[in-house]
């Protein structure tokens, strides 16, 4: 039996899915098994996965989205421990060598670890924990108020997933934080310092949509935060304004810029239902009120100033 079972899902990534995977088979780690899992592809993957064909477990299914497809990997594997690779982003040598040992400490349910940011052969100098600091230990909190855990970087322990169940689709595409969160409640977390994996910019991934995925991000949270209440709480007052309500303005700024101010006054409405009004929920509020030829320069006011508050006290 492998200790580890590596999942990567795939959807019409044919052009790059074989990098993916010879970065898998790079691993100083060997205890492994790789299992590719096509999300009903019509673009030359399966060609792809022919020549890993003796390394490799290929499983395929009809069009159902990554949750479906990650989930029929899990469903499929053998080892004790689960980590996820997007077919897109590539691993670095070490990755498994590194994050393993970590598992010896009972109480820690995921590891993660940095990543780098990379365009063709231009790999950024900047990385994810240079953005977003990460923290170890009993984490819920702190991952609700900021993401800081790239997905490809991630290994859990297959008990975790039998306790807190598998990826949702209705998250979807934060499906993979809504998980994080469930296990976090009820698990530790640690991390490498080191960069684990190369994150592709710009190669269409789901996240790309930035008013679907905050939108997403916010119903998870929103059922987080049920769920965390019904454990006995584990969200401070300000961990709440940080990760959610904050959130809200976000996407009040975006449907103003899209000219569309139901939307806009739902958020707004929904901030002050869960917060008092602050300086910047009564400026949208104001500025949502206004004629279209006046407003749209303060859009972009506002919007710098959302920015600007998202990521203050972090």
């Not at 970087?153 to 595409?173: I, Q, S, Y």
Request: proline share 4%; net charge positive.
């Amino acid at each position: 039996m492998p200790l580890v079972s590596v999942i990567i899902p795939t959807y019409q990534r044919a052009a790059v899915l074989g990098e993916a995977i010879e970065s898998v088979l790079a691993q100083t780690f060997t205890d492994y098994e790789l299992i590719v899992v096509d999300d009903g592809s019509t673009d030359g993957t399966l060609q792809v996965v022919e020549k890993y064909k003796e390394k490799i477990t290929f499983l395929h299914q009809p069009n159902r989205g990554v949750s479906a497809a990650r989930n029929l990997g899990i469903q499929h594997s053998r080892g004790q421990l689960i980590a996820f690779l997007d077919s897109d982003d590539l691993w670095l040598p070490d990755k498994l060598s590194n994050q393993v040992p970590l598992f010896q400490a009972q109480a820690v349910g995921l590891v993660f670890g940095d990543i780098r940011f990379f365009s063709g052969k231009t790999i950024q100098r900047k990385t994810s924990f240079d953005l977003y600091p990460p923290r170890r230990g009993k984490i819920f909190g702190d991952l609700f108020a900021r993401n800081f855990i790239p997905a490809s970087t991630v290994v859990v322990r297959k008990a975790c997933l039998e306790t807190t169940g598998l990826f949702e689709r209705e998250f979807e595409p934060c499906e993979d934080y809504h998980l994080w969160m469930r296990i976090l409640q009820h698990w530790e977390a640690d991390f490498c310092p080191q960069p684990a994996a190369l994150y592709r910019v710009g190669s269409g991934q789901a996240s790309g949509n930035a008013v679907r995925a905050w939108t997403s991000l916010v119903k998870a949270q929103e059922a987080l935060v049920e769920q965390a209440r019904l454990a006995g709480g584990q969200l401070s007052p300000q961990q709440l304004y940080d990760g959610l309500y904050k959130r809200y303005l976000r996407l009040a700024v975006y449907a103003l810029k899209k000219r569309e101010r139901k939307i806009a006054f739902y958020w707004l409405d929904r901030f002050r239902l869960m917060h008092r009004w602050t300086t910047l929920w009564l400026f949208l509020t104001i500025s949502a009120n206004l004629p279209y030829f006046v407003l749209t320069p303060l859009i972009y006011l506002g919007y710098r100033l959302a920015i600007r508050q998202e990521y203050a006290q972090n």
